[in-house]
């Protein structure tokens, strides 16, 4: 079937309100753009996952930031950078158990219609449930469902069929400011704003199941130069670039994930809001590779030269860039060298956080219920804690139970379908989803006793669907390497603490094996790629040329994250349902864990390696029992509190002691 909701042209370029009098050269005006990104559906300060409030989080209490905003900045446009539906066991609840109708606009949406949002675009989560669900929730199907009362741009997806954009590619929104004549007096004046979206094309291959055959992706770089003049012709004065994608200083493809680093070098962009990679920009303090590219200030908040800010996730932050802007006798012009950019947090300097806007917990009171309800259906029992704090050194408490899913899943299907790989081993990775980077309750924590859905959600993050992909043992290891990256590399013969975890590298591609056939040491003193020694199933070393079935999902299946011969290529089933379902289905099945069966298998441990100074990492205070629970030895607390102002306890790892974990006791 062909799919397509288009916008029409005369819709695309239509712009809002009357056409500004002439101004007289040299007037003056500022006007602030206020982003938002990732909200993933956290409309309120509220964790589904532990069912208890979450000060760190949560449109409520962005909402706060936003009125305060537009006191400071009376002249401002309010703008939303995609993954915006899904995210939480709300948007779960919404587009899978109780779908929203076509006129019920989502949670999330009646938040931001109610904060009176300026327009938005498209991230990659938020095609997680198909292009007719997204299609009615933002309103722009044929059936003009219930919606943003906003417009969503995306330029750079458009009609596998037709070429055309799925939305509206940019709008140009007549913005009404109070200027600043030569004469030094104030004049009402209006200002064309063009905005303009893009998503990353590695869309294609995560949700390749809706999106194959029906949609495909065009560049960041070409589909900025299509309609960026196109824009200014129409009468743009001022361009807002809406990129869901990081910063990557990579060799230019159409198809690379994070591509606003190229963005940016298109002429005519007179701001960018970057997405998608989870970070705050601008932060003079960033280790991260992207922030630290060339032509990237990263203390001012530019991208060569164009102001940029990106504003975290989950309504932590927003980001602020204040144009300047002057009148040339024909156009308004944005003085780039003149914006200011930052970033507002909801948390205080104190460590508080800002009091939540009651407006938006009234509207979405049903939804919120209703889904409270839902995730406390029971599917099981635990008799141990399975938790993160400690995933990074080697505990398997919150991972071994979903490895195990997805394996026997896998296995029973081979064995009924695919005989001609029933003789195959099946092995299993997964990785800890939640490992502090969100904030210091931002770990998996299932208490021991009953488990509900709200447990398995926590154990698996994503909306992921299981895929097996048939590998040989090169690639395993060479997946095991990368995995390792995970670390940076420590010099044994520092005396200066060296942290152990490489924080520019996601937890969420710290895939691991915990299964008691394979064992393999990770030697963090190497350089990546060098890291994984003694790789062997069933005691004998894995061969090369050694083929495994390996249970994973989608995103990594089909290349995401940059795992060497991932590119779903090596796919060998893709299954109708997803991990998270499998993994509910498997505890419903076993119905009683244990730590023994479902939580002790460690199938990597750290090479022993003596370092004359301490090698430390960071985690949740309070929790060295949990280590030790675990089976994890080597690990002691050096601060309660870390220093950061975050909440972190510091701990370190004896990596000579380490060496003694389960998995090294053969």
Request: glycine content about 10%; charged content about 20%; some cysteine.
């Amino acid at each position: 079937m062909r799919f397509s909701y288009l916008v029409p042209a005369a819709a695309i370029l239509a712009a809002c309100g009357s056409i500004p009098s002439k101004l007289p050269q040299g007037a003056r005006a500022s006007l602030a753009i206020i982003e938002t990104t990732d909200l993933h559906a956290n409309v309120l300060s509220y964790d589904y996952y532990k069912l208890a409030p979450d000060a760190s989080l949560g449109l409520e209490r962005t909402a706060t930031l936003i009125r305060q905003a537009r006191k400071d900045f009376p002249d401002s446009l309010l703008l939303d950078n995609g993954d915006t539906i899904q995210g939480t066991a709300l948007g779960d609840y919404q587009a899978l158990v109780a779908p929203v109708g076509c006129g019920q606009p989502l949670a999330i949406y009646k938040a931001m219609n109610a904060l009176g949002y300026d327009g938005g675009s498209v991230g990659n989560h938020d095609f997680n449930w198909g292009l007719e669900f997204l299609g009615q929730v933002t309103a722009t199907s044929p059936q003009h469902c219930a919606g943003p009362a906003f417009p969503i741009v995306l330029a750079n997806v458009v009609d596998a069929h037709s070429g055309k954009p799925l939305f509206a590619p940019y709008r140009i929104i007549d913005t009404h400011v109070t200027a600043t004549g030569p004469d030094g007096k104030a004049v009402a004046a209006t200002v064309k704003v063009g905005i303009i979206g893009f998503t990353t094309p590695a869309i294609m291959g995560w949700d390749k199941r809706w999106l194959e055959g029906r949609v495909r992706t065009e560049g960041w770089r070409e589909t900025a130069q299509r309609y960026i003049p196109e824009m200014r012709a129409k009468g743009a004065e001022v361009i807002v670039a809406i990129s869901h994608g990081g910063l990557d200083g990579a060799q230019y493809a159409p198809s690379m994930e994070n591509g606003s680093w190229h963005l940016a070098q298109v002429p005519g962009i007179d701001a960018l809001l970057l997405g998608h990679s989870h970070e705050v920009f601008p932060n003079a303090a960033s280790k991260s590779a992207g922030f630290n590219l060339p032509d990237v200030d990263k203390a001012r908040g530019t991208v060569h030269g164009v102001p940029t800010v990106m504003a975290g996730l989950w309504g932590k932050q927003i980001g602020v860039i204040q144009l300047a802007l002057h009148h040339d006798g024909k156009r308004w012009v944005a003085d780039s060298g003149a914006a200011q950019v930052e970033t507002r947090s909801i948390q205080r300097a104190d460590r508080s956080f800002v009091e939540p806007d009651p407006e938006i917990a009234a509207l979405v009171k049903s939804e919120h219920e209703a889904t409270i309800a839902y995730v406390k259906t029971p599917i099981g029992d635990t008799d141990f804690r399975m938790s993160a704090y400690f995933a990074d050194v080697g505990d398997v408490s919150a991972i071994q139970v979903v490895n195990q899913a997805q394996a026997e899943y896998v296995r029973r299907y081979v064995q009924a379908n695919l005989p001609q790989y029933a003789q195959l081993p099946v092995l299993s990775v997964s990785a800890p989803f939640k490992t502090g980077a969100a904030g210091v309750a931002d770990y998996t924590d299932v208490a021991p006793g009953n488990m509900a859905l709200n447990n398995a959600a926590d154990l698996y993050l994503y909306p992921n669907d299981l895929h097996a992909v048939k590998v040989n043992g090169a690639i395993l290891k060479a997946w095991l390497e990368r995995a390792a990256g995970r670390f940076n590399t420590i010099d044994p013969a520092r005396s200066e603490p060296q942290e152990l975890v490489n924080t520019a590298f996601p937890g969420f591609n710290f895939d691991m094996l915990s299964d008691p056939d394979v064992r393999y040491q990770v030697d963090v003193t190497q350089a990546p790629g060098q890291r994984v020694k003694g790789l062997s199933w069933r005691g004998q070393p894995v061969r090369a040329e050694q083929e495994f079935i390996v249970a994973t999902n989608n995103y990594r299946a089909s290349g995401g994250g940059g795992f060497p011969g991932l590119d779903g290529s090596k796919t060998v089933f893709a299954s109708p349902d997803n991990n998270r379902a499998v993994l509910i289905a498997y505890i419903k099945s076993v119905r009683h864990l244990n730590r023994a069966a479902n939580g002790s298998a460690h199938s990597w441990r750290f090479a022993r390696v003596r370092t004359k100074g301490p090698v430390i990492f960071h985690s949740a205070p309070g929790k060295l029992a949990l280590a030790k629970d675990a089976g994890l030895a080597g690990i002691s607390v050096v601060k309660d509190d870390d220093g950061s102002g975050k909440g972190y306890s510091l701990y370190a790892i004896d990596l000579n002691e380490a060496s003694a974990s389960p998995a090294g006791r053969e």
